[in-house]
């Protein structure tokens, strides 16, 4: 009754207007298996999205096979940019901010940010993420890596109970 609950005063809280496109992802707890291009190992990724700073922001926290690797982000409205920003921080020691936008017609937010610190030689990733008609969420990405654009990770998430995001 309680998540039930919390769930209703997700949906309805006041947002900024310009975050009312992230409304579905609210309260909302998801897991998926991020597949990375030429890894057989599992990549359990689970997070949750919810309301912050009074509704100025998006607060997402994630955490990779139980805080082998994790990070929060903050999406909110940049006047001066006239735009979706974030800044996402990492357990990794690196950061990234950037942009997004949503495409009212296919329900798609891309976003391309701007990573530093990154030990791989990643400066920039560009991501898609859909909520799909079946209530999944599919996100999948590429990653501008010395200098070439290559295939990023890919996953699938489902919708799931609520859980501890774990930080080692």
């Known amino acids: 009754m309680l998540f039930a609950v919390a769930i209703s005063a997700a949906e309805t809280a006041v947002l900024h207007p310009k975050l009312e496109v992230f409304r579905p992802y609210l309260g909302q707890y998801w897991q998926g298996n991020l597949a990375e291009p030429g890894s057989t190992k ?19 926290v994630h955490s990779i096979n ?8 903050f999406i909110f409205w ?14 990794a020691g690196f950061y990234t901010y950037g942009t997004m936008q949503f495409n009212p017609q296919s329900g798609e937010i891309t976003a391309l940010e701007n990573v530093e610190n990154n030990q791989n030689g990643i400066t920039q990733v560009k991501s898609h993420s859909k909520i799909m008609p079946d209530g999944t969420l ?22 799931v109970a609520p859980q501890e995001i774990i930080f080692k």
């Open 66 to 73: 139980h805080g082998e690797y994790g990070g929060e982000s």
């Open 138 to 159: 599919e996100v999948r990405s590429t990653y501008l890596q010395n200098e070439q654009w290559v295939q990023g990770h890919s996953a699938v998430y489902q919708p």
């Open 42 to 60: 599992a990549v359990i990724d689970r997070s949750h999205w919810f309301r912050a700073l009074n509704g100025q922001a998006i607060k997402t």
């Open 78 to 91: 940049d006047e001066a940019k006239n735009s979706l920003a974030y800044y996402y921080f990492t357990t």
